[in-house]
């Protein structure tokens, strides 16, 4: 029986606009789950859109205002604008559009208890983490991740707990149609200000989202984040139980014995006011990973999760897909990829790849025009612990070229900084400055939530290497 919020679309087609997403083709297998027909298009063929193909779902790369007709409701990413063929197409037919926002929330509405990850950081390592412990504990989760992960078997998983993990992203006011019963706030800092205008407006979306939580809600935030304790002390419903993690001695969780191994991986004894908890070692490298696994851990046990098996599950994670991915060897070089698409994320993976003690080529994809102007100077020193930084051209994304913005005028800002940075405008430059340019033993970096990952596949393909599974 589907959820009371699409009952009004039952016995008709769902078409989805954008369904090669992470979380849109998981979201397309909810709905077969779901008992709908599903039907989509997507910009480009991937793994995600075969995959959909395989479960029976129709899906056609490009647009195709054609599969609208006799569709029920057609669902589409935030990226998707308003003008797109199909949308265009649905408008003319009456059909009903729904962001994909919405129809998580629909999705989530029925179950007992709903953990959403919230903060401009962090989201799907975390709620990865969560994801696999939950598993991994025989707890029956229901999952959707805005990445993939091996241990789930991809970005979703349909349960039978009552328990509904998800990402809660605050991108065009995402996460104000998602139900919430534990919010795990990460991290509040700049960035969507295309959409919000400023920093003010930011904080009131987290502020109305906290609001959502229910009496008997809770909410684990950042304790060391000046913008998420200033959200947290403006609550309104003051009986909500909140709880804080970090570094702090003052939060209800933190760290002992924070330790770091060759690798770079992280492990720690989880304190919680004064008692330690359990004792944890990493797979993944660098201190955000052991403040994510922090967070994860503290969500574990106010579940009331045994946290021995979750502690030995999490030293399992080796991380979701495009977060500092391991995706092959080419040349003698090891090649990574980050989905990290503003200055602090792509500073955090620069970070984590300089503890092999390799020489770094970080290969940065600017995301947005608008992102690329609002974060300017950050992007101009993000890169610095690289040894070298190739910058490709500006991927565009959902925006038009407003013509008074480029990478090379990021490169020159870089260069003042004194980082050694190389303007490679395409896949095929930035692959033939690697092969020109490159060693044995590099490690190359390639950061971005555009399509910038597809250079990986691209060269892994030119080369007879194995790629990482």
């Given at each position: 029986?589907?959820?009371?919020?699409?009952?009004?679309?039952?016995?008709?087609?769902?078409?989805?606009?954008?369904?090669?997403?992470?979380?849109?083709?998981?979201?397309?297998?909810?709905?077969?789950?779901?008992?709908?027909?599903?039907?989509?298009?997507?910009?480009?063929?991937?793994?995600?859109?075969?995959?959909?193909?395989?479960?029976?779902?129709?899906?056609?790369?490009?647009?195709?205002?054609?599969?609208?007709?006799?569709?029920?409701?057609?669902?589409?990413?935030?990226?998707?604008?308003?003008?797109?063929?199909?949308?265009?197409?649905?408008?003319?037919?009456?059909?009903?559009?729904?962001?994909?926002?919405?129809?998580?929330?629909?999705?989530?509405?029925?179950?007992?208890?709903?953990?959403?990850?919230?903060?401009?950081?962090?989201?799907?390592?975390?709620?990865?983490?969560?994801?696999?412990?939950?598993?991994?504990?025989?707890?029956?989760?229901?999952?959707?991740?805005?990445?993939?992960?091996?241990?789930?078997?991809?970005?979703?998983?349909?349960?039978?707990?009552?328990?509904?993990?998800?990402?809660?992203?605050?991108?065009?006011?995402?996460?104000?149609?998602?139900?919430?019963?534990?919010?795990?706030?990460?991290?509040?800092?700049?960035?969507?200000?295309?959409?919000?205008?400023?920093?003010?407006?930011?904080?009131?979306?987290?502020?109305?989202?906290?609001?959502?939580?229910?009496?008997?809600?809770?909410?684990?935030?950042?304790?060391?984040?000046?913008?998420?304790?200033?959200?947290?002390?403006?609550?309104?419903?003051?009986?909500?139980?909140?709880?804080?993690?970090?570094?702090?001695?003052?939060?209800?969780?933190?760290?002992?014995?924070?330790?770091?191994?060759?690798?770079?991986?992280?492990?720690?004894?989880?304190?919680?006011?004064?008692q330690s908890l359990c004792a944890v070692q990493l797979a993944v490298p660098g201190f955000f990973n052991a403040l994510h696994a922090l967070a994860a851990?503290?969500?574990?046990?106010?579940?009331?999760?045994?946290?021995?098996?979750?502690?030995?599950?999490?030293?399992?994670?080796?991380?979701?897909?495009?977060?500092?991915?391991?995706?092959?060897?080419?040349?003698?070089?090891?090649?990574?990829?980050?989905?990290?698409?503003?200055?602090?994320?792509?500073?955090?993976?620069?970070?984590?790849?300089?503890?092999?003690?390799?020489?770094?080529?970080?290969?940065?994809?600017?995301?947005?025009?608008?992102?690329?102007?609002?974060?300017?100077?950050?992007?101009?020193?993000?890169?610095?612990?690289?040894?070298?930084?190739?910058?490709?051209?500006?991927?565009?994304?959902?925006?038009?070229?407003?013509?008074?913005?480029?990478?090379?005028?990021?490169?020159?800002?870089?260069?003042?900084?004194?980082?050694?940075?190389?303007?490679?405008?395409?896949?095929?430059?930035?692959?033939?400055?690697?092969?020109?340019?490159?060693?044995?033993?590099?490690?190359?970096?390639?950061?971005?939530?555009?399509?910038?990952?597809?250079?990986?596949?691209?060269?892994?393909?030119?080369?007879?290497?194995?790629?990482?599974?």
């Amino acid at each position: 029986m589907p959820h009371k919020g699409l009952q009004q679309f039952e016995g008709q087609r769902i078409h989805m606009v954008g369904i090669g997403g992470a979380s849109m083709s998981g979201l397309a297998r909810m709905l077969l789950s779901e008992g709908f027909e599903v039907s989509g298009s997507d910009s480009a063929d991937s793994y995600a859109v075969k995959s959909l193909r395989d479960a029976g779902v129709g899906v056609r790369v490009g647009h195709h205002p054609d599969m609208v007709h006799g569709a029920g409701l057609l669902v589409y990413s935030a990226a998707i604008s308003a003008e797109d063929p199909e949308r265009m197409e649905a408008e003319r037919l009456t059909v009903q559009q729904m962001e994909r926002a919405e129809l998580l929330g629909l999705l989530m509405e029925n179950a007992q208890e709903q953990l959403c990850v919230c903060g401009t950081h962090g989201k799907t390592t975390t709620s990865s983490m969560m994801a696999q412990m939950l598993y991994e504990t025989d707890a029956d989760p229901t999952i959707h991740l805005g990445g993939s992960l091996d241990a789930i078997g991809g970005s979703v998983r349909i349960g039978g707990s009552g328990l509904f993990l998800a990402e809660a992203c605050e991108f065009n006011r995402s996460f104000l149609h998602m139900p919430v019963t534990l919010a795990v706030l990460l991290n509040i800092e700049e960035d969507h200000l295309d959409c919000y205008g400023d920093m003010e407006h930011v904080e009131a979306a987290y502020l109305e989202f906290l609001e959502r939580l229910p009496e008997d809600g809770a909410v684990l935030a950042l304790g060391s984040d000046e913008r998420v304790r200033r959200v947290l002390s403006r609550l309104t419903k003051k009986d909500r139980k909140v709880l804080t993690f970090g570094q702090d001695a003052a939060v209800d969780y933190s760290f002992a014995n924070l330790r770091y191994d060759s690798k770079g991986n992280a492990g720690f004894d989880m304190v919680h006011r004064g008692q330690s908890l359990c004792a944890v070692q990493l797979a993944v490298p660098g201190f955000f990973n052991a403040l994510h696994a922090l967070a994860a851990l503290a969500a574990m046990h106010g579940l009331q999760v045994n946290l021995g098996k979750a502690a030995e599950a999490l030293s399992h994670f080796t991380g979701a897909h495009r977060r500092f991915e391991h995706t092959g060897t080419v040349k003698g070089m090891e090649l990574y990829h980050d989905y990290g698409h503003n200055p602090a994320e792509m500073r955090a993976a620069v970070d984590m790849a300089v503890l092999q003690k390799r020489r770094v080529i970080a290969v940065m994809q600017p995301h947005t025009f608008s992102r690329v102007k609002t974060l300017f100077e950050d992007y101009l020193t993000c890169t610095q612990a690289a040894d070298i930084t190739l910058v490709t051209d500006i991927f565009a994304a959902r925006e038009k070229d407003p013509g008074d913005i480029n990478s090379q005028m990021l490169i020159d800002g870089m260069r003042r900084y004194g980082i050694n940075a190389v303007h490679t405008p395409g896949f095929d430059e930035t692959e033939q400055w690697l092969l020109e340019h490159g060693q044995p033993g590099d490690l190359v970096l390639t950061m971005g939530c555009g399509n910038i990952n597809l250079l990986n596949d691209q060269m892994q393909r030119h080369f007879d290497n194995t790629p990482i599974a």
